[in-house]
């Protein structure tokens, strides 16, 4: 299948409320630029390096939208916060009071996903969900933070039943704490995370097939 057909069969497979956010990370900015052509707005990056320059050579299309997904340096934070309007991956305190302290020098407003580990899991980050009573208002209430919403990801290998308990607990707490978005689910399990009320959907091979890397 081409992108083009992927991509409206993915956006016809979504309800209404559920924001198609296409992983563009390892395509080039040729290829984005053919997908954006076709109305796609949100496109996910997990590298500053490497996203700076697609968003440079992209920077006539004004109605883009970028999102970091990928895990943040803090070395990194200043550079995300200049070209991105969204982070998916603040997984500690001290990460957003370092995104809230130069999202104010830069004058610049950005939203903001709270990274929740549900299961254990050495290779993803996040706060552990028992100390989100403790966090969530504090980040509520930091100047120049604005947290929207969760975000989660489920193991490599996690089995159907605890992939889609997961997702539902991520909802669950984002309800708790009223907040709207939900960031959750990808191309693997992505009809899981509409069943559990994902809010923004991230799809990569599903739009692009399989990277070669």
Not at 5 to 20: D, Y
Not at 30 to 47: K, N, P, T, Y
Not at 161 to 180: G, I, P, S
Request: proline content about 4%; glycine content about 6%.
């Amino acid at each position: 299948m081409t992108l083009s057909s992927n991509w409206r069969k993915s956006k016809q497979a979504l309800p209404k409320g559920v924001n198609l956010l296409a992983v563009s990370k390892g395509h080039s900015s040729q290829v984005i630029q053919q997908l954006a052509e076709l109305g796609q707005i949100d496109f996910g990056e997990s590298r500053l390096q490497d996203a700076v320059p697609k968003i440079q050579a992209l920077s006539k299309m004004k109605t883009l939208s970028w999102h970091f997904i990928g895990p943040l340096q803090s070395n990194k934070v200043r550079g995300v916060v200049q070209n991105f309007s969204f982070i998916h991956s603040i997984d500690s305190e001290s990460l957003a009071e370092r995104v809230a302290r130069i999202a104010g020098e830069e004058k610049r407003s950005i939203k903001n996903f709270l990274q929740v580990k549900f299961l254990k899991d050495p290779t993803k980050g996040g706060v552990n969900p028992h100390d989100l009573d403790h966090l969530v208002p504090k980040l509520l209430d930091l100047p120049n933070f604005n947290l929207i919403g969760l975000m989660t990801m489920a193991p490599f290998n996690c089995p159907l039943n605890e992939r889609k308990n997961l997702f539902q607990e991520c909802r669950r707490y984002a309800d708790h704490f009223n907040l709207k978005e939900c960031s959750m689910g990808m191309s693997s399990d992505w009809q899981e995370a509409v069943e559990a009320g994902t809010t923004w959907l991230r799809l990569g091979s599903r739009l692009f097939g399989k990277r070669k890397d």
